[in-house]
C-alpha cells in the first residue's frame, strides 16, 4: 500500500503549474458554453410549459362551445355575460404566472352550414411568449415565440 501512494504523490508532482493552468483555461471555456446551453434549454422548457397551457385554453373553449355555441363573448345576450362565454373561459383556463391570459388572443369559427347539433366549433388560440434569454432568440431571429394552437368539438 505505501508503494502505492508513493507512486501516487510522486505522479502528482509531475503535473506542471503550465497544466494546471491549461486545465483552468478549458475549464472557464467549457463552462460558458455549458451555460449558454443550460439558457437554451431553459428558454425551450419555458416555451413548451406555455404552449401546453395554450392547448389548455383552445381544449377548454372547445368544450364550452360544444354546450354553448352561440356565447363568443360577452356581447352575445344576456346569457352569455361572464363566465358564460367562450372567450372568458378559454382565457380563465391559463394559469397565472409565465402565461399572461390578457395576452392571448382568441378566436372561434363555427361550421361554416351553420350551428346545431352535430356541427363543428373551432377554438383557436395565439400567444406571443417573450424569451428570456439571447440564445433562442437568436436562433428566431425575435425576442418573442408566437405559439398557436386550435381545437374543435361537435356542438351537442
Not at 362551445?65 to 363573448?73: E, I
Not at 372561434?108 to 439571447?134: E, N, Q, R, W
Amino acid at each position: 500500500m505505501k508503494t502505492v501512494w508513493k507512486h501516487f504523490k510522486s505522479l502528482s508532482h509531475r503535473i506542471s503549474s503550465d497544466e494546471a493552468g491549461q486545465s483552468l483555461v478549458e475549464f472557464a471555456i467549457m463552462s460558458i458554453i455549458l451555460i449558454i446551453i443550460l439558457m437554451g434549454i431553459l428558454d425551450l422548457g419555458r416555451a413548451y410549459y406555455a404552449y401546453v397551457a395554450l392547448q389548455d385554453v383552445v381544449a377548454e373553449g372547445a368544450a364550452f362551445g360544444a354546450t354553448s355555441p352561440t356565447c363568443v363573448d360577452a356581447g352575445d345576450g344576456p346569457d352569455c355575460s361572464n363566465p358564460n362565454n367562450i372567450i372568458w373561459r378559454a382565457k380563465s383556463e391559463s394559469p397565472s404566472g409565465m402565461v399572461i391570459s390578457n395576452s392571448i388572443q382568441v378566436s372561434v369559427m363555427h361550421d361554416p352550414t351553420g350551428i346545431g347539433t352535430g356541427k363543428t366549433i373551432t377554438v383557436s388560440a395565439t400567444y406571443s411568449h417573450p424569451l428570456m434569454t439571447f440564445v433562442i432568440g437568436s436562433i428566431v431571429g425575435s425576442d418573442t415565440l408566437l405559439l398557436r394552437a386550435s381545437s374543435s368539438s361537435s356542438i351537442k
